[in-house]
């Protein structure tokens, strides 16, 4: 009797002990204190005597959004914050900042006890100084250890928006802020080069220009991830961090998604036309017919018309009155040698009209042969803008399709133009929209 | 009656005390019969519990463990070197623990990768592992043709078991709190079976070290089936546990934090949690025929079968700050500035739990990471881990059969035949266990991703999946397995004359290591995935003894060994992980061993005298370790390791009454290493060569093991009811291991000999010599059962470091890493284990 007992009893011990695996009760998701602000960073930085350093003895606390940190190595051990009246440096010793402060974290520093000094002109906060050099002390980067100490992260995620700002507009009062220049491009001589020398991981800086007067330099570190990708040779915008070196202006950009450069560049002579079509020469009224571009139809039987109204020729589509399940029809542009010119734009006008959902597409290709199947060859979407909504007659006005960039084809290529649309029996489910095309124009460098 | 009611007062103690403890039993073996079958006849004072110091340890690093047989050998040097010195990690004649052997029920306990014997298979099970037989480093034993260490034999089959019940409670502030145990084993039946089994539970919330919990059970059943002159025999045992790990601790973070400090562990919604957890279970079974068709012959046959888990847990983290509380940068040495080195000083010493894992930042960080939509082998929107818990999981299986005749062929003849084979596959991959409160991984490299960016091959760890996201408890990053083979044929021949015996044993041993990739990784995606090479290795062993009798009570024996052994997969492979690529130049170790020995025994006396030369040549070790010179993961493949072993070995048991026994003990050895050993450098991300250099090794000592120890037991024993030992041990001569990069040219640039620094750089550290006391009461109270069966309830405790020295060091070790510009050793200190401060064992049982 007692055998079984026994053992019974044991093992029921085991398995309960066994059994008693712990989990883990997982930690409250960090909501973050509440802290005031008590002084900006502006305010801060007046206290700053250029050359010197200064320890903040003051209970102060600043509050900022990260804007730049060390993610792409460009920043190194160091975050960006910024405030409504300005943007500081704070120097972290630390790798992988940006784990611990993600672009858009924002953060209250409790100044008291940090150093304020300035990196040939940039004002930065630190937590010591190293004056074994006395000719050149230098500002202590603040010890891990002490982050917490000094560092308050809140919970929320905050976007800043970039101030838009020209060259000339660069000065000390928006040092360290994230601005925007638009309308900018590289020097024709730093155009097509690295960001930074990654082989001998030195920074470099490459001139940037608007059309107008004014330059600022764009620097990038050795180390940084990016410093093997080649400059863009367009213009348009850069976003990053103003940055001064003496009397030096450079920008500092986070990530190379901060250079938006894929437009014309300024020239003297201007750009030059690769393609142009203003349908002036059409025969109103009758099937498209223009020298060198191919006008086919894949299924349903309808074609492009030339039109003229009030002095402007334009070629119009639509599926109405077709009877036909599918319409689809193509309009092909002769081929566009993208290899003797830079910064390719495409643009072209619409209107729309009794707009019921056909659609009329801009497609790209470089498969294409020129044959008469172009449905059996592969084609691109084009991101363009197409007149849409007017249900009733014509929308009054031409609708621009913005400026489609080219920039990353290269060689021989096509432009179709793709209207897709059908014109059943049944009285639901009709698509049979009718477009105007005017005004196609590719231009180039 | 009388007996219920003492077994109603256990149970109810046992749950009023939480339990918890080891209690092995000493057994006494007759010398030169044959342990298995072996009845045991005990005086209750001769077979007192006995708790192990600590069982944990022997666990943690199998193959640096020590032999600690459970049995109190009659000779008295073996008796103190098992239960005292081991605290220190002392070795008998300073050799690994692979060269002594494990066998149980006649089959042979190894874990064939690296040679050690995987304790952790019956860890705990002392009912039913008491019946042990040990024979100290090159003597006779018929279970194989013996070796270089000590080996050691385990029977538990019921026929080698107590036939009554066993219960069981310790409390102790050792590895557990809390143990019960049952045990019981049944007569044969007149049909000539039998059963035995045993069960233990062990337990402690925070075991003697900070933040290291333990939960761990133990099982064992044996069953028996005699016919006619054969014993069929069925064992199937295991002991699941899972613990906590302390760290090695360098002198500046114990000055920093205090003396128990282990930064492995950190507070999580206020409970205490350990980063590093081990959890093993490896459950074992045994299946052994025996076969005596006459006296003096016996043929044993075991097959062995092997399958389970060790399972390790670390963080891990992907390019971010490194989340262990200890890291250099961290502390306040790293700062030149004296004012910003007191104020880190200040911040980590004001925190909420100084110098410990903040697990609620590793969370807070996890889920500050943008949500992002990762399109890999599949979608999913989620936060991307920058921390995590893996577990590496080592999935062992083996299978193997053991097979010896033992025949007297003439009375003065004895011979001995066997053979042996065993396969083992070891599947090492790892899992991510704990997400942190992220939602994914992505199985790749970061370090082949530091090596060249945005490079998409090379980061994946399997080329067949990409970019593969991994959820919790999915496999990520390395994924091989090692495969080790081993079979042996061996002849033994003993010669027993008047005055003199011979013996003659000759092994040969042929093995096969390979390893088998499962995942075809970036890096190495012709070398990573499918079967490297395999090695093959023939070893041999002779082994020739001679033992001159000058009279019953004297003899002397002089002893002999060579021996050969292949080296371990770990050995072998530059970086199983990664690749399957080998040591470019692969030779076995050679050892030979010259032992003599003075034996003296009377009535009072018990006397032990032995000196021992043993040499080893061509060792080879492999080392990976984060280089600050090559800024990144390298391969250093050791190879020409030779060694010399030498020393003596005293004991002396004095019984001038039957109360009285003086026991002295005295091992002092010579262990060093000799000539220079030869590095080869690969660089762990493509195996290209680095460097070639020599070790300036010669004469440096070998770590870890104390080369001396010596120590003294005085014991009363009142009838057999009562024993009482005070007992004293005293170690010296003990140093940790040493970094063999510190030794080497490249290293001498800027340094100028004989100054502190070059001492500091490349003097081994010699740890201060240690002492400790102890002492061991036990009482027996006889007690009856309603049947009038005679029984025993046994209390005793066991208290050991009276003195609750916290500073003793059990070992430590020269980190690899090293500051190859500044050579400042400093920058990477040393870092050391301490052992047990004031500690105890207080265990009641109730046999009947």
Known sequence: MKTPVFTIGGLFCIVLFLNCHKTWETPPLYTGPMLEANTSIRTLQQHHLPNNYEKILDDWIIEGVVTANDEKDNFYKSIVIQDSSAAITLRLDGYALYREFPVGKKIWVKLRGLWMGDYAGMIQLGGGVDRKDPLSPQLIAIPQPLFSRYIVKSAGHYIVQPRTITPLQLHDSVQGMLVSLHGVEFAASDTGKPFADAQNQQAVSHTLKNCGPGNVYLRTSGFARFATVLTPRGNGSVTGIYTVFRTQKQILIRDTSDVQMNGLRCTISGPKLLLQEDFSLVEADSILQLPGWKHLTEIGGRYFLGKRSSQNSYAEIGAFATRQPVVITWLISPPIDLDHSANEVLRFTTKVGFDNGAILQVLVSSQYDGGNTPWKNKWTVLPAQFAKGSLSGFSPAWVPSGDISLHSLKGRIYLAFRYEGNDPPEQLGKLTSSFYLDDIQVWGN | ?848
């Open chain 2, 1 to 848: 009656m009388m007996a219920l009611k003492w077994i109603f007062c256990i149970c109810l103690l046992g749950m009023v005390y939480p339990l918890r403890s080891q209690v092995y039993r000493l057994a006494p073996v007759k010398k030169k019969t044959d342990t298995l079958l072996l009845k045991p006849v005990l005086a209750p004072a001769d077979d007192w519990p006995v708790v192990l110091w600590d069982e944990q340890q022997r666990s943690n690093n199998d193959r640096d463990m020590i032999f600690i047989p459970l049995e109190a050998s009659r000779d008295a040097f073996s008796q103190l070197a098992a239960f005292q010195f081991g605290v220190l990690r002392f070795r008998e004649r300073g050799y690994d623990g692979t060269l002594s052997q494990q066998w149980i029920n006649g089959y042979r306990m190894i874990n064939l990768e690296d040679g050690s014997v995987p304790w952790q298979s019956w860890n705990g099970l002392n009912e039913m592992t008491r019946s042990q037989h040990q024979q100290p480093g090159m003597g006779y034993t018929d279970l194989g043709a013996g070796g270089m260490g000590s080996v050691q034999s385990m029977d538990m089959r019921v026929t080698a078991q107590r036939k009554q019940w066993q219960m069981g409670y310790v409390l102790s502030n050792r590895t557990f709190t809390h143990k019960w145990s049952l045990a019981y084993a049944t007569e044969t039946s007149r049909h000539g079976w039998a059963f035995a089994f045993a069960l233990n539970a062990r337990y402690a919330a925070e075991t003697y070290y900070t933040g290291v919990p333990f939960l761990g059970g133990g099982y064992a059943c044996s069953i028996d089936k005699s016919w006619r002159k054969q014993l069929f025999s069925l064992t199937v045992m295991g002991a699941p546990q899972e613990s906590g790990k302390q760290a090695a601790v360098s002198n500046n973070l114990r000055e920093l934090f205090g003396s128990g400090y282990n930064p492995n562990w950190g507070y999580q919604q206020g409970r205490k949690r350990n980063a590093a957890m081990t959890s093993v279970h490896r459950p074992v079974c045994l299946l052994s025929h025996e076969y005596q068709p006459r006296a003096q012959t016996r043929l044993m046959t075991a097959v062995g079968l092997v399958y389970g888990d060790r399972k390790d847990s670390q963080v891990d983290w992907v390019q971010a700050a490194d989340p262990r509380p200890d890291y250099y940068r961290y502390l306040p040495g790293y700062q030149t500035d004296s004012a910003l080195a007191a104020a880190v000083t200040q911040a980590l010493l004001d925190a909420d739990a100084p110098g410990q894992v903040n697990w609620q930042r590793l969370y807070d960080i996890n889920r500050q990471q943008p949500l992002v939509l990762f399109a890999g082998q599949d979608t999913l929107t989620g936060k991307q881990a920058v921390y995590l818990l893996q577990q590496k999981i080592n999935r062992m299986m083996q299978m193997g059969i053991t097979a010896s005749l033992h025949t007297v062929l003439h009375k003065q003849h004895v011979l001995d035949i066997g053979f042996r084979w065993q396969w083992q596959r070891n599947h090492y991959y790892k899992i991510a266990a704990d997400l942190l409160g992220a939602d994914f991984h992505v199985n790749w490299n970061q370090f082949a991703e530091d090596a060249g960016p945005g490079d998409q091959v090379s980061r994946q760890f399997n080329l067949d999946e990409p970019d593969k996201i991994i959820r919790t408890g999915e496999r990520y990053g390395y994924d091989y397995a090692a495969i080790n083979r081993q079979s042996a044929i061996w002849i033994q021949w003993t010669h027993h004359r008047a005055r003199i015996d011979f013996n003659q044993s000759v092994q040969l041993q042929e093995s096969a290591i390979l390893r088998e990739g499962f995942v075809r990784n970036g890096l190495f995606p012709e070398a990573s995935a499918g079967r490297s090479a395999t090695g093959y290795w023939l070893n041999y062993l002779w082994k020739t003894g001679i033992n001159i009798k000058f009279n019953p009570r004297n003899h002397v024996s002089v002893q002999a060994i060579l021996e050969t052994r292949p080296p371990s997969f770990d050995q072998l492979y530059l970086s199983p992980t990664m690749h399957g690529y080998q040591q470019p130049s692969q030779v076995s170790e050679k050892i030979q061993s010259l032992a003599m020995g003075f034996h003296h025994q009377s009535a009072d006396w018990h006397l032990r005298f032995s000196m021992y030369d043993t040499r080893f040549s061509d060792g080879m070790d492999m080392l990976r370790f984060y280089h600050d010179g090559h800024r990144n993961f390298v391969n250093y493949a050791i190879r020409n390791v030779n060694k010399i072993h030498q020393g003596i070995e005293m004991g002396l048991r004095w019984s001038p009454s039957e109360s009285w026994e003086y026991v002295m003990a005295l091992a002092w050895g010579r262990y060093y290493y000799t000539g220079r050993q030869r590095v080869t450098v690969t660089q762990d991300n493509d195996a290209s060569v680095l460097d070639q250099m020599e070790v300036y090794s010669h004469q440096y000592p070998v770590a870890g093991i104390p080369q001396l120890a010596t120590g003294a037991a005085l014991t009363y024993k009142k009838g057999y009811d009562f024993l009482c030992t005070v007992q004293a041990s005293f170690w010296h001569d003990r140093w940790i291991a040493w970094n063999p990069i510190r030794r080497t040219y490249a290293m001498m640039e800027g340094l100028l000999p004989g100054t502190d620094q070059w001492h500091a750089v490349v003097d081994p550290v010699k740890l201060p010599p240690a002492w400790m006391l102890n002492l061991r009461m036990a009482y027996a109270i006889p007690v009856r059962n309603n049947r009038g069966t005679p029984g025993n309830i046994y209390v005793s405790l066991s208290l050991q470091n009276i003195l609750n020295n916290q500073d003793i060091i059990s070992g430590g070790y020269e980190q690899l890493r090293f500051d190859t510009v500044q050579k400042d050793p400093d920058r990477f200190p040393a870092r050391f284990y301490y052992t047990y401060g004031f500690n105890y064992a207080f265990n009641i049982s109730l046999r009947l």
